[in-house]
C-alpha cells in the first residue's frame, strides 16, 4: 500500500495536489485541530470522489510542542510501517514546526520527501538517493480540474440556476452577434453606458415579448435632454446605424419616428445591461487560452445550495477562469470603479481562490491613481481591456 503523509494545509490544493498526479492507496493528514474540523468532510469528499483515494485519515496535533508533535506522528507512522506499507512524505504546504517534524521522522524512518511547486505544476524529490520514490513507484494519473471541482475543493458550489441566458455563449450566431456588438461599444466607448441605459426608456410596453420600438421624434428628443451623457441625437443615431448594419437590429428609421426591431430578448438584454458585453467580450477572450471558463458565476459561500435562492450566501464573479490549477477571479467594471469594487475582489478571490489565486479588474475608463496604488497593494491587476499585454500604469 501506498500512503502519503501530509501536514493538512489551510490551502486545499496544497492538501490535494500531489493526489491529483499519482494513484495512492491512502492518505494520512497531520493537522491542527480547528483546521481538521473545518476541512474533514470536504478534503475526504473530495480525494474518494475526485482522486479516487478511499481511505484517508486526520489526527490532530500540537501547536506548540514539537515533542508532542513526534510523539503522534511516530505512532501512526508506524503503524502504517508495521502493515508492510510503502511511506512518502508530503512537504507540500505546511508550517514550520510540522516540517521540522518531517524532516525528523523521514530521516528516522528513512522515508523519501518530495513537494509539488504548484505554480510551475512541478513534482520535486527531496531525497534522490532513497530506494523509494514517488515518481518511480506510484501509478502516474493526471486529473485536470473543471471550476466547479476547483470551487467544490474550496468548500464552495457555483450555483448554475443563477445563470443568466444572455450569459450563454454555446450559440456560434450569438457569438458573432457579440463580437460586434463589442467593436461598437468600443467605437462608441465614452457614450456607450449613456447609450445602454437611454434604450429601455423607448421600449413603453410591458410585454417582454415585444421587440418592437417605435416612438416619436419629438418624444425621443424631449427623453435626450433628461438624460445625462446622451444629450445630442447625433451620437444616439450613430449607434444605432452600427446595430442595425451589424444585424443586432432590423428596420431601423429614425426621421419622423423612431422604429426598429430587436434581433432577438437576448440582444436586447445585453444591450440594456451596460456591462453586460465588457462581461461578454472578456469571456471569449479568455475562453480560448483556459483550460475552463465561465461569465457571470454565482459562487455559494458554504457550499450548500437551498430551494431558495435568497437563503444562500453568494458571490457574484463577472469571469472566471482556470488554468492548470490557479484560478483567476475577473471583475468587469464599465463605469467608474471605487474602492469597494477592489475589496469585493479581494473577498471573492481570496475565499474561493485561496493564495494562489489571480486577480484582474478590467476597467475600460480606469482608475484613479489613488485606487491604482490600492490595487497594487492587494495585488490586483489592473487593465483596460483583458486584450491588453500589460497592466495599466
Known amino acids: 500500500m501506498n500512503v502519503n503523509i501530509e501536514f493538512l494545509d489551510k490551502e486545499p490544493i496544497e492538501n490535494m495536489i500531489t493526489s491529483l498526479h499519482f494513484c495512492l492507496d491512502k492518505i494520512v493528514f497531520f493537522g491542527y485541530h480547528d483546521e481538521i474540523i473545518r476541512q474533514k468532510e470536504q478534503t475526504r469528499k473530495f480525494l474518494r470522489d475526485v482522486c479516487g483515494v478511499a481511505d484517508v485519515s486526520f489526527f490532530a496535533v500540537s501547536q506548540t510542542s514539537l515533542k508532542d508533535v513526534l510523539k503522534v506522528m511516530r505512532e501512526q507512522i508506524g503503524k502504517e510501517y508495521s502493515q508492510g506499507s510503502t511511506v512518502y512524505f508530503d512537504l507540500t504546504g505546511g508550517e514550520s514546526l510540522i516540517l521540522v517534524a518531517f524532516g525528523m521522522l523521514a530521516k528516522e524512518f528513512d522515508a523519501p520527501l518530495h513537494q509539488y511547486l504548484i505554480k510551475q505544476d512541478r513534482l520535486v524529490e527531496l531525497t534522490p538517493e532513497n530506494v523509494h ?6 501509478k502516474r494519473q493526471e486529473i485536470r480540474l473543471n471550476l466547479d471541482q ?24 450569438f457569438r458573432r452577434d457579440i463580437r460586434n456588438i463589442w467593436k461598437i461599444a468600443k467605437r462608441h466607448e465614452t457614450v456607450w ?27 425621443v428628443h424631449a427623453l435626450l435632454r433628461e438624460h445625462a451623457g446622451l444629450r445630442n441625437s447625433g451620437k444616439l443615431d450613430a449607434i444605432l446605424e452600427d446595430c ?18 430587436y434581433k432577438s430578448k437576448t440582444l436586447r438584454e445585453v444591450l ?38 435568497s437563503e444562500d450566501v453568494y458571490n457574484e464573479i463577472d469571469v472566471l477562469t482556470l488554468r492548470g490549477y490557479i484560478p483567476t477571479f475577473i471583475s468587469c467594471k464599465s463605469g467608474n470603479v471605487n474602492q469597494m469594487a477592489l ?22 475608463q480606469g482608475l484613479s491613481y489613488g485606487h491604482r496604488l490600492r490595487a497594487q497593494e492587494m495585488g490586483i491587476i489592473v487593465k483596460r481591456d483583458i486584450t491588453d499585454l500589460d497592466e495599466e500604469v
Open 150 to 173: 476547483y470551487i467544490s475543493m474550496q468548500g464552495g458550489e457555483i450555483n448554475h440556476k443563477l445563470h443568466k441566458g444572455s450569459k450563454d455563449l454555446s450559440d456560434e450566431a
Open 343 to 364: 475589496y469585493e475582489l479581494e473577498t471573492v478571490a481570496s475565499r474561493f481562490g485561496g493564495k494562489y489565486a489571480k486577480k484582474v479588474l478590467v476597467a475600460p
Open 193 to 219: 453606458n449613456a447609450f445602454s441605459e437611454f434604450l429601455p426608456k423607448l421600449s413603453r410596453s410591458s410585454n417582454a415579448e415585444v421587440l418592437e420600438v417605435r416612438m416619436r421624434k419629438e418624444n
Open 133 to 138: 520514490q514517488i515518481s518511480r513507484d506510484v
Open 244 to 261: 442595425a448594419a451589424a444585424g443586432v437590429l432590423s428596420g431601423l428609421e429614425h426621421e419622423d419616428v423612431y422604429s426598429f426591431i
Open 272 to 309: 440594456w445591461e451596460a456591462g453586460s458585453i465588457l462581461e461578454l467580450h472578456t469571456y471569449l477572450a479568455e475562453e480560448e487560452q483556459t483550460d475552463d471558463c465561465m461569465v457571470g458565476v454565482h459562487l455559494d459561500w458554504d457550499g450548500r445550495l437551498h430551494e431558495k435562492a
